[in-house]
Each structure stands twice: as structure tokens, then as C-alpha cells.
């Protein structure tokens, strides 16, 4: 009743590529993952020990593929020594450190950013660079800082900066709809709430060339067995039988236990 399009080519990576094989066998829960030139296992046990061996990759990447081609991703923005802010800040004081440069707020000009919500011409998740601080003018009573995100520019001032966060490091989510060459994934049990199949899924795929999966091999192993979050009661299929009509047909059911959709 519906027309539809399945894009069912991968072109981010290449054929042979291990990130695509490795991709197709996490979507279908099959834990033998392949290791090669462009995927690599580093099993670490401890929060620390991860964090270090996840910030040690980041800038030997970062060298030879430059700040736009490196990513690290991560199940959670504000939680531990491995959620995204606190891995932001580390990056940052490697990356772009404090030697006296203009700020505004929190932000240092060079620094990595990310936008948090849609905005005029600009969409939530676009990275870009903190360039330079406007002075106030006849038009504008307040310094503005300018943000350059690659296919234009945006001018924030300091209590839009809300608006902003640091993006060496970004949740997977935030990740959803780009690409990157190196991607970097912590690994750890604390994940475990919100870590599952689809999450590692989309993390992975946002690689081209090369993606490193650092920490516990176990926690890696139980998020790819753990698919429960995939059914999810949005109604749509019922909002569309509404105003399309379609044929007499058997409705499934569904049952909701405390678990999960059966």
C-alpha cells in the first residue's frame, strides 16, 4: 500500500571490510567478532585503565587523521570516568590547553563543539569549531562567539552556550546519521542499563576505516546479546491503517511482561 526503499548497500565501508562483516554479526547476535587491520579488541578490565588506553589512542589517531576523522563514543554523557563530558574535558586539556587564548563561558577558542539542539540552519549534533569572539557593536550589545561549522557559520552568545557542548568525545546517540574514519569505544559493565545490541550496532557503523573497542570483553559480549530494546510501541502501524486503507488482515498482539515486548 505503501512504497518503499530499503537501502540495503553499504557504501561507508568496503566489502570486505571487517566492520561491516563484524556490523551484520552484532545486529544478529553472534559474538565470534573478526579482528584485522581495521577492527581491534584491547580487553582491559578497570575504569581507569580504560579511560587511559581510550584518551593514548585518541591522540596517536588524531596525528595522523586530524581532529574531524577521530570520534570517541561512549553509552553515556555524565556518568563516570568513561561518560563523555568528563572524557571531553581530559581530550581538551590535551588537545586545545589553557596557554592564555580568549574564552567565553566555558569554551576556549579552538575548541571542538557540538550543537545540542536544532537550531535556524543548523541541526542537532552538527561539530564545529570555536573560531573567534565578536566585541559588542552598534547592532549587537554583547560579546558572540563564532562558531564554524564546516557548510556555515553561527554567532551564540554566552547564555546560548547552553546550547553547546565540547565534542572530542559524544554519546553514540549523538552520533546517530554521521561518519568518521577512526571510531573509539569504551567498553564496561556499568553500561550495562543502557549498552545493548543496537547501541554497539550504530556505534560501530559510524567508522569507515577503523574502530578500536577498548575495555571489558564480557560487557562487549552481554550487550550484544541483549536485544530488548528493539520492539518499540509507537503506534504507527495503527496511525497509518487510519488514514490508508488497506486490506482485512489478522492483528498481531503484543504482550508486556516486566522485561520485555513478547
Known amino acids: 500500500c505503501i512504497k518503499t526503499c530499503v537501502l540495503d548497500t553499504p557504501f561507508r565501508q568496503s566489502e570486505e571490510s571487517n566492520i561491516l562483516k563484524n556490523a551484520e554479526k552484532i545486529n544478529n547476535g553472534i559474538l565470534d567478532l573478526s579482528e ?13 585503565e580504560i579511560l587511559d588506553e581510550c584518551l593514548k589512542i585518541y591522540l596517536r589517531e588524531v596525528k595522523e587523521r586530524t581532529l574531524d576523522g577521530v570520534w570517541l563514543l561512549t553509552p553515556f554523557r555524565k556518568y563516570g570516568l568513561l561518560g563523555s563530558n568528563t572524557i571531553n574535558e581530559k581530550l581538551r586539556d590535551y588537545l586545545n590547553p589553557d596557554c ?8 576556549r577558542i579552538g575548541d571542538k563543539v557540538m550543537l545540542m539542539e536544532n537550531i535556524e ?38 547564555d546560548q552556550t547552553s546550547k ?14 554521521c561518519e568518521c574514519a577512526c571510531i573509539i569505544m569504551p567498553e564496561h559493565r556499568m ?5 545493548k545490541r543496537n547501541l554497539v550496532y550504530t556505534g560501530v557503523t559510524r567508522a ?20 530488548s ?17 488497506v486490506p482485512e488482515f489478522e492483528q498481531l ?3 508486556l511482561d516486566k522485561k520485555r515486548w513478547q
Do not use: W
Request: hydrophobic content about 35%; overall charge neutral; some cysteine.
Open 253 to 255: 498482539s503484543f504482550h
Open 208 to 227: 569507515r576505516e577503523k574502530v578500536y573497542m577498548v575495555g571489558q570483553m564480557d560487557a562487549l559480549k552481554d550487550a550484544i546479546l541483549d536485544n
Open 100 to 107: 592564555g587564548q580568549e574564552t567565553f563561558g566555558h569554551f
Open 36 to 48: 584485522g587491520d581495521d577492527f581491534e579488541f584491547i580487553d582491559i578490565k578497570s575504569e581507569k
Open 191 to 195: 553500561f550495562k542499563k543502557i549498552n
Open 121 to 158: 540552519g543548523f541541526s542537532n549534533g552538527d561539530t564545529g569549531y570555536f573560531k573567534e569572539i565578536l566585541p559588542p557593536d552598534d547592532d549587537e550589545p554583547y560579546e558572540r562567539a563564532v562558531i564554524d561549522f564546516g557548510f556555515g557559520k553561527k554567532t551564540f552568545t554566552k
Open 229 to 245: 530494546c528493539v520492539f518499540r510501541n509507537t503506534l504507527i502501524a495503527s496511525r497509518l491503517r487510519k488514514i490508508i486503507p
Open 164 to 177: 553547546l557542548s565540547l565534542a572530542y568525545a559524544s554519546t553514540i546517540h549523538k552520533a546517530q546519521g
